[in-house]
Nanobody, 123 residues
Framework: QVQLVESGGGLVQAGASLRLSCAVS????????MGWFRQTPGKEREFVAA????????TYADSVKGRFTISRTNAGNTLYLEMSNLKPEDTAVYYC????????????????WGQGTQVTVSS
């Protein structure tokens, strides 16, 4: 288990950019796969992006390919989600997660979760 704290969410206009951060801590935080998921009321938690513990491969949901970029610091203590050309349908609570399972597109393969950060995109 690791501790995760998201930040960087906010209210932006469609077409804007935003960077989410996830502070990662714990004795073995560097050895975990990392991912971003999002959830809106009435919908299942949706996969957004993930990166393996080794830094590759990265994986993206089709809905965000070309717009979002996931990355992590070399030390593994910070996970980022760079979001560009935001759309109203991107509005959700975004969660970072750490895990050791596969595939990385499946939430069940992540064991530790942050509290989430709200991203709201207006038209």
């Amino acid at each position: 288990q690791v501790q995760l704290v998201e930040s960087g969410g906010g209210l932006v206009q469609a077409g804007a950019s935003l960077r989410l951060s996830c502070a990662v801590s714990g004795r073995t935080f560097r050895s975990y796969n990392m991912g971003w998921f999002r959830q809106t009321p009435g919908k299942e938690r949706e996969f957004v992006a993930a990166v393996s513990w080794s830094g590759s491969p990265t994986t993206y949901a089709d809905s965000v390919k070309g717009r979002f970029t996931i990355s992590r610091t070399n030390a593994g203590n910070t996970l980022y989600l760079e979001m560009s050309n935001l759309k109203p349908e991107d509005t959700a609570v975004y969660y970072c997660a750490a895990g050791s399972g596969w595939p990385l597109t499946q939430a069940a393969n992540f064991q530790s979760w942050g509290q989430g950060t709200q991203v709201t995109v207006s038209s």
